[in-house]
C-alpha cells in the first residue's frame, strides 16, 4: 500500500455528507476496505446507504453538527447545499472538509488513474474497464457510480496499480483529477446550469479535463459523437477513435441482437474480433468499443479482454430484463432503465424496438429534476411521441427547488402534441393505471433515475 494511502488511513474517521449520492458512496466502500472509520449522512434511505451500514458504516438519517463527534474528514457531494449545516459547522471549527472530486484525486494521486467522462455510459463504461483488469488479475481499485452486477458492489480496494473512476463533469468537479488514461464517451448539452447556461463552457471543461492528462498520457474518445470530434483539434493528446464508423481507430461491423445480447466485430488497424455480451444497444456497443481500446493499449491479451466481456453483467438498473415477470394483471416482459435524459431513453427505445420488432411500449416514467425538463422540454417530447403508452408520475427533484417544470408540466405538453399518455402523481397509484393500459405483448419499460424502480414491487 502506497504512503497516499497510509496517510489517509491515520485519519480518525472520515464523514460523508450525502453519503447515498452517486460516486460518494463508491468512495466510501474503498475507504472502508482501506480500515478508515466511515460515517455519513444522508436525508433518503435507499438500498445504497442499507448496504453501506451492513457493511459497517455509520449512517445519519438527518444532517447535525452532531454527526460530526471526533471527524478528522469531512467529503461533501456536489448535491450538497454550502449552507448545510455539517459543511459549515466544519468550516468554523477547523475541520477539513472537501468535494468527493478531491477525496478521489488523493486515492489517485500515486496511481495509474484512468478516468471515464461524459453525459452518458461513464458507469457502464467504468465498470467494464474495471472489471476487465479484474479478470486479468491486475487487481485494480475502482469507485463507479453504479453497482457492479458481477461483483455486487460500487467500489473495491485493490493492491494493484490501477485506479479506475468516473470523471464527474456535472460541476466541472473532473478537473481535480489528473489521470494517466482518460476516455470521454460523448458530449451532450447536460448539467448547463452549472456552465452559465452555455454549452461552448462545458466543451471548454471537457477540453481542460483532457489537457490536464500528461503528456505522455493518452485519451480516448467517441469518434462518432459530433460534440466531441469539435473538442478534438483543441486538445493537445494523444488520441484514440472509438466509434461504429469505420474512420475510427476501433469501430464494429456486423452487430447481430438476440434476447440474450448481442454479438458484433470490433475492427481495428490490424485484425478482426468477434464479440460476444449480455449487453444491449449500440450505446453499449460504444461503451464495450471503448473499454477494449483502454484494455488493449495497456496490453492485456485480446483473449482475456474478450472473455472479460462475455462474462461483464453490467450494472444494475441499466436495461435490467425480467423476462415473464408475474404481476398483478398476468405475465409480461418489464425493463427497468435508469436513463432519465432524451439521449438515453431513447437508446433504450431503440434497442427495444431492435430486439422487441414487433411489440408495443408501456412506458412508466419519473423525470428526474426540473432543471432538465426545462433544459430539453422539446427533446422530451421527440422521444416521448415514440412510445405507444406513457404514463408519468411526480419528478424526482434530486434537491432542487421546484419550479414549473413539474411532470404535469411536461404532461401537458405532451398532450399538446397528441402523446397517449396519462398522469399519476403517486407511485402506488401506478399499477391500477397500467392494468387499464396494458395490452397482451406489451413491454414494460420502468424509466428513470430517482426512485421510480419501487413501482415493480407493487406491480
Request: aromatic share 10%; proline share 2%; with cysteine.
Amino acid at each position: 500500500m502506497n504512503n497516499s494511502f497510509e496517510q489517509i488511513k491515520n485519519l480518525k474517521r472520515i464523514h460523508f455528507v450525502g453519503i447515498g449520492g452517486s460516486g460518494m458512496y463508491g468512495i466510501a466502500e474503498v475507504l472502508l476496505n482501506l480500515g478508515c472509520t466511515v460515517s455519513g449522512s444522508d436525508l433518503i434511505k435507499s438500498t445504497i446507504t442499507k448496504r453501506l451500514k451492513s457493511l459497517g458504516v455509520k449512517i445519519y438519517s438527518n444532517h447535525s453538527i452532531s454527526n460530526l463527534k471526533n471527524v478528522d474528514l469531512v467529503v461533501f457531494s456536489n448535491a450538497i447545499n454550502k449552507n448545510n449545516p455539517e459543511i459549515q459547522f466544519a468550516k468554523k471549527n477547523k475541520i477539513t472538509a472537501i468535494p468527493r472530486a478531491k477525496m478521489l484525486a488523493e486515492l489517485m494521486r500515486f496511481k495509474y488513474g484512468i478516468t471515464v467522462a461524459g453525459s452518458h455510459g461513464k458507469s457502464t463504461t467504468t465498470s467494464l474497464i474495471s472489471w476487465i483488469l479484474a479478470e486479468s488479475n491486475l487487481d485494480p481499485t475502482y469507485i463507479v457510480g453504479g453497482k457492479l452486477k458481477t461483483s455486487n458492489n460500487h467500489g473495491r480496494l485493490g493492491y494493484g496499480k490501477y485506479l479506475i473512476a468516473e470523471a464527474d463533469e456535472s460541476d466541472s468537479s473532473f478537473l481535480y483529477l489528473s489521470p494517466q488514461l482518460g476516455v470521454v464517451t460523448n458530449i451532450d448539452k447536460e448539467h448547463l446550469d452549472n456552465y452559465q447556461n452555455n454549452f461552448e463552457n462545458l466543451k471548454q471543461a471537457y477540453i481542460d479535463y483532457i489537457n490536464n492528462i500528461p503528456f505522455y498520457g493518452r485519451v480516448f474518445l467517441n469518434g462518432d459523437d459530433k460534440n466531441t470530434k469539435s473538442i478534438m483539434k483543441k486538445t493537445n493528446r494523444s488520441i484514440t477513435t472509438f466509434g461504429l464508423k469505420q474512420n475510427n481507430d476501433y469501430f464494429s461491423t456486423d452487430i447481430v441482437y438476440h434476447k440474450n445480447g448481442m454479438s458484433f466485430i470490433i475492427n481495428d488497424k490490424n485484425s478482426t474480433h468477434t464479440i460476444k455480451t449480455k449487453l444491449f444497444g449500440k450505446h453499449n456497443i460504444l461503451n464495450i468499443l471503448a473499454s477494449f481500446s483502454v484494455a488493449s493499449y495497456l496490453k492485456i491479451p485480446i483473449e482475456k479482454i474478450i472473455k472479460a466481456i462475455k462474462k461483464f453483467e453490467g450494472i444494475t438498473r441499466r436495461f435490467d430484463i425480467y423476462y415473464n415477470f408475474q404481476s398483478k394483471i398476468g405475465e409480461y416482459t418489464l425493463i427497468n432503465d435508469y436513463g432519465h435524459h432524451p439521449t438515453e431513453i431513447n437508446f433504450t427505445l431503440d434497442t427495444i424496438k431492435e430486439v422487441w420488432k414487433n411489440q408495443k411500449i408501456c412506458m412508466i416514467f419519473q423525470p428526474h429534476r426540473y432543471s432538465r425538463t426545462e433544459n430539453c422540454i422539446d427533446q422530451f417530447i421527440q422521444v416521448l411521441s415514440n412510445v405507444e403508452k406513457v404514463i408519468i408520475t411526480e419528478t424526482y427533484s434530486g434537491g432542487e427547488q421546484k419550479t414549473k417544470f413539474t411532470s404535469y408540466y411536461l404532461y401537458k405538453k405532451l398532450k399538446e402534441n397528441h402523446v397517449n399518455c396519462e398522469y399519476v402523481k403517486e407511485i402506488k397509484k401506478i399499477p391500477q393505471k397500467l392494468k387499464s393500459l396494458f395490452e397482451k405483448e406489451d413491454i414494460v419499460l420502468v424509466q428513470g433515475a430517482g426512485n421510480i424502480s419501487q413501482v415493480i414491487k407493487l406491480l
